[in-house]
Each structure stands twice: as C-alpha cells, then as structure tokens.
C-alpha cells in the first residue's frame, strides 16, 4: 500500500462520512503513491436497485477531466512539431475565421489560450441549456454554425471556462493526428498506459456493463431519482473511467523526471512540468491558479494540481502533488462536492507519506569532466560568493543567500559550455567556464556577467629546525 497502511481506516472513515453526510448514493475512491494505486475503498452502491457496490474497474463519467486528456493529445502533436501552441486556431481549423471577435482580430483565438481558458471565448455550442441535457456534441455540426461563435471578454483578461475551445480542441487532434480523436486517444494514450478499462460512447459489452448508475440530488427527499441522460460529448468530457484507470493516469502525471516520450512515458517529463505549471492566478487569494487544463490549489501551503468533472449523475475529481508523489481520486455516482473529499483524501495520504523513513541511496558518480568546475565563484563587487556544485546527479549553482535560485547546467558539445535549464531568469542562457593557459578553471561567465574562480592557497610546508 506504498506506506499508506497506517491511515486506510482514516482514509475509509472520511470517504464514508463524506458520502453519508452529504446523501450520496456511493463512490470510489483511491489514493496513489508513486507509481501506482496505494489505496481504494468502495463506497455505498455503484447501483440502489441491484445492490451492486463499487468495484475498482467501475466505470464513471469522468466528464471535464477528460480534457486533461484532450490536453495532452495537444502537447504530443506539439512535441511532434505538428502545431504550435502559440497558432491561432483558425490555421488548423479554417472555419473559425467566421466566428466573430468583438475585441480585435479572430486570429487571437489560439490553442494555448484555449488550452487555458484564456481566450474569451463563449462557454458553450449555440443553443445549450445543461438543466434540459440540451447540448450539441457533434463539432461538424457546430462548426456549420461558426458565423454564431464569438469571444465575450477580451483575451487575457479573466478566466472564461469553455467546453466549446475543448471540443474545437478535439477537432484539431482529429485533423493534426490523422485520425479521429477517440481512435487517436486510445492509441496515444490509453493503450499505452494500459488504461483498458477507459473509453468514450459507445461502449462495447463488457464496459457498458460496469457503469455505475448516475443519480440525482437528494434535496427534498431520500429517494433517489435517476439522473436524466446526459448528452453526446467527447474532447471536452465524454470519457468514462474507473479508480484502477486513474490511478495509472495520475502515477503517469508524477513521472516528471521520466525523460524523454517513450512507451508509458507519453509526454516528456519537461511537457508534464510545462502543463502544470501556473499560468496566471485564478482568484483575489491567490489560492487557485490555471496551467495548461490543469488547475493548482493551494491548501494548507501545499500546491495540488487538480482537475474536477461533472455531468448528469456523476461528479469527480483528481488530485496530486508532485513533490511528494501522492494523490487521490473520487467518482460519485451522485451530486456532491467531489473535489472537497478528494483534497482531503490526498492531505491524509501526504501526511502519512511525509512521516516514512526516507531511502538512502548512493548518490550518482559525478562526471571526471565536471570534477575541475566544482569549487566557489565569486563577484568582488558585490562580495557575494556562488557554488558551483554536482548535487542530486545534476550540476548546479547555489547561492546561499537566494536558496530558491539553483540554476541547472545541462552540457553541450563544447565541455565548458552548458546550457542554463528552464526555470529561473537565466534560462536558455550559456554558463561558459573559463581556463588559463595550464587549463585550470579561472572563472564563470552565467548569463551576463563574471564571477571568478577561488581557489584554496596551498600551504607551504612548515619551516624545518636545526639542532
């Protein structure tokens, strides 16, 4: 249970307290640890009328997460060099040009401020009405009605949730991916991270059978009522899913520092990092911020990425924090607040995983080529010192008095030259070592500026005695 066996009483206590004080019919819920599922319960029913409880292939809506799916599709065409994420959408889908953008060009409609939800764009199809399940899936038949499309805030400006850039979205994937977007989802993603028990309407046999049964609210009565169909959709939330599915697809969310896109790695671990990081804060309290789809809430000091879906009769949510590798998952098969229980689910996860023994491994070998470039630097101007140093298999620099500003060098060709990695102002910026005549290193040139080597003084032998 990766650690976790101490708190899966607490864990199943909160999940069955949440479900009975809120009314619900049932849920799944599970926690992961690394690189898998850590932890499950099954909940109340999946079906009132058979008895029936939840199984971990139960399948559920998991509605709006499906566009995190939908987002990867994007970044891996991006990666691929298919499109741009700074293209506006009309050179991928031409019809777009006859939408209508009161705030400038159509052209500022782009996939990242779609990816986003910063384009302005109007949230939904023409015509929609949710409470009636009015609500057209087909993107064909949307985009014959594109004259009817517009943005309704400036780019930029505010966050402006949109179903309808998600399903145009797909519609890309569909046409950069030579296929369509179901086919391409299953064969990019969902095989290869074996997520077999996933996949859009219509369902074959065997999954339609598994489905859990959507309810309604309970506000005026303990009955339950069956919840009303929901409509056809697809890019922007028609996958189904179940607890063992989405334990592979956030154990893959932790793979940061996975490489390169090979095999089960489906995106680089620099494309993950890129779609989790913040883009711009989401609320006055700074405590909600928007990356590429994902979400980031921050509770208690801690920065969980985040994504939540609901329609007719289900309500999810998935959650993870990167740095400690956990996270968690809930499916209702009912109206609830998915997201609260599955913060609270991943805080008591994290806080067990905070409390196991770290592992003590040996540390990586330093390359013999790095081992004249470590030392102290200094800037007598300033007199401030740097640290050249070989930590955690990677060669950095350390400022002691900016401790969060630890830029990596990552070689090149040329053995003292190195490239500055992302995240801090110097990326993509050269750290060029210098050396003297006798090859020993004299200095650093980061970025903009040069900071000289300091080197120990040899100390001389003691003097010798006469008698």
């Known amino acids: 249970m990766g650690g976790l066996e101490g708190v899966a009483s607490r864990l199943e206590a909160t999940a069955a307290s949440f479900v009975k004080e809120n009314r619900l019919p049932g849920a799944a819920v599970g926690v992961v640890h690394g690189d898998g599922l850590a932890w499950w319960a099954p909940i109340g029913f999946s079906d009132i009328a058979s008895g029936r409880h939840p ?46 953008n009161p705030f400038g060009d159509i052209e500022q409609l782009t996939i990242r401020r779609l990816l986003s939800h910063e384009s302005g764009l109007q949230s939904e199809p023409p015509d929609t009405d949710w409470r009636a399940a009015r609500y057209e899936g087909s993107v064909e038949r949307n985009l014959a009605r594109v004259a009817e499309f517009s943005t309704r805030v400036p780019a930029n400006t505010q966050s402006k949730y949109s179903n309808l850039g998600f399903q145009l979205l797909g519609e890309i994937v569909t046409r950069r991916g030579g296929t369509a977007y179901v086919n391409y989802i299953r064969k990019n993603i969902l095989d290869p991270l074996e997520m077999t028990n996933s996949g859009f309407e219509p369902l074959g046999e065997t999954l339609a059978s598994r489905r859990a049964t959507g309810y309604a609210g309970r506000f005026l009565s303990d009955e339950l009522e069956l919840s009303s169909t929901a409509p056809s959709v697809w890019a922007e939330g028609g996958l189904w899913s179940c607890v063992e599915d989405l334990a592979r697809w956030v154990s893959f969310q932790l ?37 590429l789809t994902w979400w980031a809430v921050r509770q208690h000091d801690v920065i969980w990425i985040q994504h939540s879906g609901g329609l007719h009769g289900f309500r999810t949510n998935v959650c993870f924090d990167p740095v400690h590798q956990v996270g968690a998952i809930v499916l209702i098969n009912g109206v609830g607040d998915a997201t609260t229980l599955s913060m609270r689910l991943g805080e008591i996860a994290r806080e067990a995983v905070l409390a196991i023994a770290p592992r003590i491994e040996a540390p990586p070998a330093m390359p013999e080529t790095y081992r004249d470039l470590i030392g102290f630097y200094a800037d007598r101007e300033l007199g401030r010192l740097l640290r050249v140093e070989w930590r955690d298999g990677k060669l950095m620099i350390v400022d002691p008095e900016l401790p969060p500003w630890r830029p990596v060098l990552t070689p090149t060709e040329n ?53």
């Not at 566009?67 to 970044?75: D, G």
């Not at 940061?256 to 989401?282: C, F, N, S, W």
């Not at 190195?418 to 995240?423: E, M, R, Y």
């Open 55 to 100: 199984e971990p292939t139960t399948l559920y809506r998991v509605a709006s997460i499906t566009k995190t799916f939908t987002a990867t599709a994007i970044m891996q065409l991006r990666d691929e060099g298919k499109l741009h994420l700074d293209d506006p959408v009309a050179r991928h889908l031409p019809e777009i040009r006859s939408a209508a």
């Open 415 to 467: 053995r003292d030259v190195f490239l500055i990695a992302p995240g801090v102002r110097e990326s993509g910026e050269n750290a060029v070592f210098r050396r003297l005549p006798n090859e020993r290193v004299a200095s650093v040139f980061i970025a903009a500026g040069t900071w000289r080597r300091l080197d120990p003084v040899e100390t001389p032998p003691p003097p010798s005695h006469s008698t």
């Open 255 to 291: 793979r940061e520092d996975g490489g390169p896109r090979r095999g089960a790695q489906v995106l680089a671990g620099e494309t993950l990092r890129e779609m989790h990081k913040p883009r711009y804060i989401g609320d006055p309290d700074w405590t909600t911020a928007l990356g």
